[in-house]
């Protein structure tokens, strides 16, 4: 866990805060995921990926890309890590009586409490990682200038390799959709971990490969669509299910 928070002070204050329009700054919340302690307790170790927060880390008064500027440069990089992680924490509601509420509107999280469901984990221990750590006014940071999107696009996937080298999850699923993304991806393995290898491939729909790292093989990835794709998509939702439910029979 100190090791994550480590790179994630580390990566954050690399961040080429001259490339921004501060005039237009209306970047979230940075999302850093941290796991609970369920996670290190679980025989099956899930991180199950989105494209980025999409309003619910922007509405917290505690956002922009100037503000984490003024944190590093006043070498306070601890506390932002400490307020951008507790939001992370709350993003699964909790009962009076402690139990995780499943019920949603989200088609990510309903999608999240299936794979809990089906794989029979706790849902606190499943990993919630997105592919870009900012939304851009509620929305995707990809419709920012080309510097701005580049640097987000790139310390993202820093931050995002940081996770899966620290947390070494047994299975990632992209559930980030397909256009625009699968370049990102293949770029964040390229990049952290010496490439991929890949299983089977139908186009626009599934994609299962493999890191080549040695060190991180052992890691089986999909991605499909996102959770609220219809038009066939349902399908490779369940052959993830499946094929996660193989590798653990083994």
């Avoid at 500027?69 to 992370?88: C, D, M, P, V, W």
């Avoid at 990632?172 to 299983?199: H, K, M, P, T």
Wanted: a positive charge.
């Amino acid at each position: 866990m100190e090791a994550l928070l480590d790179e994630y002070g580390r990566i954050l204050k690399e961040l080429k805060f001259d490339l921004f329009n501060h005039n237009e700054d209306k970047y979230s919340g940075v999302f850093l995921p941290v796991p609970f302690d369920e996670y290190w307790s679980s025989s099956l170790k899930i991180m199950l990926v989105g494209r980025e927060t999409a309003g619910w880390n922007t509405d917290n008064q505690k956002n922009t890309i100037k503000r984490v500027a003024e944190f590093s440069e006043n070498n306070k990089i601890s506390y932002l890590l400490q307020e951008a992680t507790g939001r992370y924490k709350r993003h699964l509601p909790v009962s009076k009586d402690g139990k995780v509420i499943t019920k949603t509107r989200s088609r990510f999280k309903q999608y999240f409490f299936r794979l809990a469901k089906e794989l029979e984990v706790n849902p606190e221990s499943i990993i919630y990682g997105n592919l870009f750590a900012w939304d851009y006014n509620k929305k995707s940071p990809r419709t920012r200038p080309k510097n701005e999107l580049k640097e987000i696009t790139e310390v993202s996937k820093k931050l995002l390799a940081a996770q899966i080298r620290c947390l070494r999850p047994d299975v990632i699923i992209f559930a980030a959709g397909f256009v625009g993304v699968d370049q990102v991806i293949r770029d964040l393995f390229e990049e952290n971990f010496s490439g991929y290898e890949n299983g089977e491939v139908i186009s626009g729909k599934y994609w299962e490969f493999k890191p080549v790292d040695d060190e991180f093989s052992n890691i089986e990835c999909f991605r499909i669509a996102h959770p609220r794709a219809t038009h066939g998509h349902g399908e490779f939702r369940e052959k993830v299910i499946q094929s996660i439910k193989a590798r653990a029979a083994g």
